[in-house]
């Protein structure tokens, strides 16, 4: 009766004992898991390290803890900082960072903001040659026209090599004297319009001063020509 009354127990002691065995070996599984990606975490680390100690870098290759770097790599650094850098030093840091990001934003509105400026003055600078390119295509073609005319009148008062002997120039060939002497007294009347100075239209007005006579004689419109044109020379000399 003893034996079996101690036998019992024993028996109803085995159906406990297998869930506190799972239990165990989840948990070490657990603890394996975490100290195995810790490992790796930790052999990634030490091959960067390795990298970087090497003196030989392709040429592209950056630092991928160097924030300004084009290879920065945000989780190595971030790894690297949680094994060297005290909580001193991680506080500082990320009020540094802080910082930083609020400088480069502002910096980047400040961008915006200038672009778009600058884009709207390029578009009212646009704006203010469409609407004066036709006001200065018609200067230029009133420009155009005046040169027109300033040349066709250089030819009319263009005085021919001889002018200086028209007084003396034989009487034989009437209708020459005859153009010659009309050419200059349209000369005198526009130096006397563009009011040319005095001795210039005097000095002038000399030289061909027979022809002209000689001109005036049968013609009463070229004679009061004539005296007009003594008349303003007479006044100008007397200022």
């Known amino acids: 009766m003893a034996s079996s009354s101690t ?25 394996r898991s975490t100290l195995e990606q810790r490992r790796v975490k930790r052999g990634q680390l030490q091959n960067f390290n390795d990298l970087r100690n090497k003196t030989n870098h392709d040429i ?57 400026h600058q884009l709207f003055a390029a578009g009212d600078t646009i704006a203010n040659l469409n ?23 250089a030819d009319s008062v263009a005085l021919p090599d001889n002018i200086g002997k028209a007084a003396n120039a034989p009487r034989g060939n009437e209708e020459r004297e005859k153009k010659i002497a009309e050419r200059n007294l349209k000369k005198l009347q526009l130096m006397i319009q563009a009011k040319e100075r005095v001795e210039n239209i005097s000095e002038f007005y000399k030289t061909a001063e027979a022809s002209l006579v000689s001109l005036s004689q049968d013609n009463e419109v070229i004679k009061k020509q004539l005296q007009d044109c003594q008349n303003i020379i007479a006044r100008d000399q007397a200022q």
């Open 7 to 31: 036998s019992a127990p024993r028996h109803l002691q085995h159906p406990a004992t297998p869930p506190l065995r799972r239990t165990s070996t989840a948990d070490h599984s657990s603890v």
């Open 60 to 116: 592209y290759d950056g630092d991928p803890l160097d924030i300004d770097s084009s290879s920065f790599q945000p989780a190595l650094y971030y790894e690297n900082l949680l094994a060297k850098a005290s909580l001193k030093e991680l506080m500082n840091l990320a009020s540094s960072l802080s910082s930083d990001i609020g400088t480069l934003e502002g910096s980047r509105h400040q961008l915006v903001y200038n672009h778009h």
């Open 131 to 153: 609407v004066r390119t036709p006001q200065l295509l018609s200067v230029v073609t009133n420009l155009q026209q005046s040169f027109s005319s300033i040349s066709q009148l």
